[in-house]
């Protein structure tokens, strides 16, 4: 596996435990990561005629003049530009010892159209925004459009959080070592990057999982074994039964998105559970999902009394208000019933489920807290997650990754922090960051539809946070095969292709 996500702590440490363990010291480190960059620039760029690389002070600049010794060495004009001379002694000092080329210096950085730049100057040690001779050579590479390789990172962006610290190359390609970092995946960070290639310097798996990451690229690999198929004697409520609360006459549509959603998503039964007013236009638009009225708490008791639901979606088109609070305070002590049949496995709580809670979240993360509580999932967007964690939204320094982690501690949910990046977090600390996502997905309910994949999941028994990254990267896949055109009521159908394939791959549990 390779889809755990290092921060620049964690890669310090396993490129000194890789040191240690031996034979590789880091100069080897380097001359392969160096190795790795001049690979790709020759493989990419087969006729340059001329490469400017850019060398920074530290080991980024290192693996900088590594590469410009390959390229030379391969024939390609090759000019170093140098901002500072690497620390004595350092591996970076040796890297220049053994480049050929005379360097000069960055201030006077000039390049013709058609050239490429190899982006060395600062990668993992970037401490501050980028200014002086660095910002230049920024402005430079831009206004003439030239293609750049970065190395590790393109200069100016946090591999920790992906910001863009003052200003940052924008590069074709990107090439790094060993894991990828949050910032490679976190926006505007992945904009930066272009093509992201992970090369292998010698820093082996077991050095990695001695790191314990807790960050990973949410891909399949990493739920597909609790991703649930049906069993051969499999009914209809052993696959598990969802329901999705309504809204008031004008606007039911959200909850059917979610609902249609859910049940697309395997779960055997959905109910929609609607007010008295709307059974009506609910009842007129329903075929294979079921209708229930629900105006009050004794009606969700009875509910769930009587039809042993495992799942509930809150939240999109339902309002914000009391009855918004008062049903998601009920559905929390769900959890409390006598009759253990009677527990609900999950929640999902979206839009106006999240909202409800601004003046009050307390009260909310109280009762996700109470021992028993059913398992809570929250799909907060941008400005719903800086309604319920509004100091966590406004700390400008963390990155979206620590502020979804910050918050399902806070919160005892799991986070779904949407957007176009979006970050799934645990309250254990373990996280995922997608990207397999397409803008087309930015339409009126998708997030609906969301909500109700994560809610199907859930109801079949899929842990929560695997099922929150399930339900996001099914959902992200299913938009950017859809494509243009793309409207909320595509999804659910977009759905199945996508589930088809993750079925077949599944591994296949041994027998007996
Ligand atoms: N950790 C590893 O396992 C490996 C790291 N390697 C390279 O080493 C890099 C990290 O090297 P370093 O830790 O030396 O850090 P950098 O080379 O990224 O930065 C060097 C120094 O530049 C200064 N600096 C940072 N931002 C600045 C700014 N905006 N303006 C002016 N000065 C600034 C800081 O003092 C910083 O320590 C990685 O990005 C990668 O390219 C590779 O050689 C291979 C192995
Ligand atoms: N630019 C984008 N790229 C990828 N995914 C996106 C983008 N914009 C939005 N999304 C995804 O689309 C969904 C939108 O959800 P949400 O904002 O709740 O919309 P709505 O309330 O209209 O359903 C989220 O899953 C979000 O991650
Ligand atoms: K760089």
Not at 192 to 204: F, P, T
Not at 425 to 451: C, E, Q
């Amino acid at each position: 596996m390779s889809d755990e996500l290092l921060t620049s702590a964690e890669m310090g440490e396993a490129d000194r435990l890789t040191i240690a363990a031996g034979p590789i010291d880091g100069i080897g480190l380097m001359r392969r990561a160096g190795e790795a960059v001049a690979g790709e620039v020759l493989r990419r760029y087969p006729s340059a005629m001329h490469v400017h690389v850019l060398c920074g002070p530290g080991n980024n600049g290192g693996d900088g003049y590594v590469v410009a010794r390959i390229l030379a060495g391969s024939g390609v004009a090759t000019t170093i530009w140098a901002s500072g001379a690497p620390r004595p002694q350092s591996d970076a000092a040796l890297a220049a010892a053994e480049c050929p080329i005379a360097s000069r210096p960055l201030s006077v950085f000039e390049a013709e159209p058609g050239s490429i730049v190899v982006d060395a100057l600062y990668g993992a040690g970037l401490s501050k925004p980028l200014s002086g001779d660095a910002a230049r050579a920024v402005g430079v590479a831009t206004a003439l459009h030239l293609p750049v390789v970065a190395v590790d990172l393109p200069s100016g962006v946090s591999g920790d959080s992906g910001r863009v610290l003052g200003v940052a190359f924008a590069a074709a390609a990107t090439v790094t070592f060993a894991r990828k970092k949050p910032g490679h995946l976190l926006l505007p960070g992945r904009e930066r990057c272009g093509d992201i290639v992970l090369a292998d310097i010698g820093i082996g798996d077991d050095i990695i999982a001695r790191l314990q990451p807790r960050a990973v690229d949410n891909r399949p690999a990493h739920w597909l074994r609790d991703f649930p198929v049906p069993a051969v004697d499999a009914h209809k409520y052993k696959r598990g039964h969802v329901g999705v609360f309504s809204g008031g006459p004008s606007a039911t549509g959200a909850a059917r998105l979610s609902a249609l959603a859910a049940a697309r998503s395997g779960a055997g039964a959905v109910t929609v559970l609607s007010p008295g007013n709307a059974m009506t236009v609910n009842a007129g638009h329903l075929t294979s999902i079921m209708l229930s009225k629900t105006d009050d708490v004794a009606d969700i008791r009875e509910f769930v009394g009587e039809r042993r639901p495992s799942a509930f979606v809150l939240g999109p088109g339902f309002g914000v208000g009391d009855k918004t609070r008062t049903f998601g305070l009920a559905l929390l002590a769900c959890g409390q019933a006598q009759d253990a049949a009677a527990q609900v496995d999950g929640l999902v709580f979206d839009a106006d489920a999240i909202t409800a809670f601004r003046e009050a979240p307390e009260i909310l993360f109280e009762a996700a807290r109470r021992p028993n509580a059913p398992a809570l999932v929250m799909t907060p967007h941008e400005g719903e997650f800086s309604r319920l964690f509004p100091d966590i939204a406004d700390d400008n320094v963390s990155s979206k990754l620590d502020k979804a982690r910050a918050a399902a501690a806070r919160a005892n949910a799991v986070i779904v922090y949407k957007g176009a990046d979006t970050v799934i977090a645990a309250p254990d600390g373990r996280a995922a960051i997608n990207s397999n996502g397409a803008a087309w997905l930015a339409t009126a309910g998708s997030g609906d539809v969301l909500s109700g994949i994560t809610a199907g999941l859930l109801a079949q028994a899929m842990p929560p946070f695997e099922a929150a990254c399930a339900a996001v990267w099914i959902h992200a896949d299913a938009g950017s095969r859809f494509g243009p055109g793309l409207i909320a009521e595509d999804l659910p159908l977009a759905l199945v292709p996508v589930l088809r394939e993750l079925v077949e791959a599944r591994p296949k549990v041994p027998v007996g």
